[in-house]
């Protein structure tokens, strides 16, 4: 697999984490309550933290050469 394939890649798995980060934001401000709440709210933003820093590495690393 090529650089640019695997950047691709990685990149929608960013993606992912950033829908997973807010549905679980909001399934728990909508649905939860208490400690389970600062929980799952804590979950969401380090997917968010997470997927922020994979987006930021790849825009770095910059255009990959094509073969």
């Avoid at 309550?33 to 997927?51: D, E, H, M, N, Y």
Wanted: aromatic letters at 14%; proline letters at 1%; charged letters at 5%.
């Amino acid at each position: 697999m090529s650089q640019a394939m695997m950047n691709m890649w990685i990149s929608f798995f960013a993606l992912a984490l950033m829908f997973v980060s807010a549905g679980t934001a909001i399934f728990s401000r909508a649905k939860l309550k208490g400690w389970l709440q600062k929980l799952v709210l804590a979950f969401s933003f380090i997917c968010l933290l997470i997927s922020g820093w994979i987006v930021f590495l790849i825009v770095i690393v910059g255009p990959t050469a094509t073969l």
